[in-house]
């Protein structure tokens, strides 16, 4: 069983940075395919960023490319999203997923899931 709980949202202006933290539990973290998704009230989730388990591979949506950065520390089991740049559109709650095998930028592929965390981007 694995369970991830997020933290790092809050409120910022348009231009800032937040930092995003999943902190995963289970001895197997260092297999765990884990991403990034958001969620605004009335839409479907969406694909933020990916990393895969082995190599840190990363792969990203084009609204967010160039501006987040999703990154993991095996050791410690965190994964964590690096956002600069904020934009009012990146208004969301954002979820922590996690996936033995690779689960691309599709949610439903996705097993594990945080409790989300709202991030808020004032103009």
């Known amino acids: 069983q694995v369970q991830l709980v997020e933290s790092g949202g809050g409120l910022v202006q348009a231009g800032g940075s937040l930092r995003l933290s999943c902190a995963a539990s289970?001895?197997?973290?260092?297999?765990?395919?884990m991403a990034w998704f958001r969620q605004v009230p009335g839409k479907e989730r969406e694909f933020v960023a990916a990393?895969?388990?082995?190599?840190?591979?990363?792969w990203y949506d084009d609204s967010v490319k160039g501006r987040f950065t999703i990154s993991r520390d095996n050791a410690e089991n965190m994964v964590y999203l690096q956002m600069n740049s904020l934009k009012p559109e990146d208004t969301a709650v954002y979820y922590c997923?996690?996936?033995?095998?690779?689960?691309?930028?599709?949610?439903?592929?996705?097993?594990?899931w945080g409790q989300g965390t709202q991030v808020t981007v004032c103009s």
């Open positions: 997923a996690a996936s033995f095998g690779f689960a691309g930028s599709t949610w439903q592929s996705y097993k594990y």
């Open positions: 289970g001895r197997t973290f260092g297999s765990l395919a």
């Open positions: 990393i895969k388990w082995i190599g840190n591979s990363t």
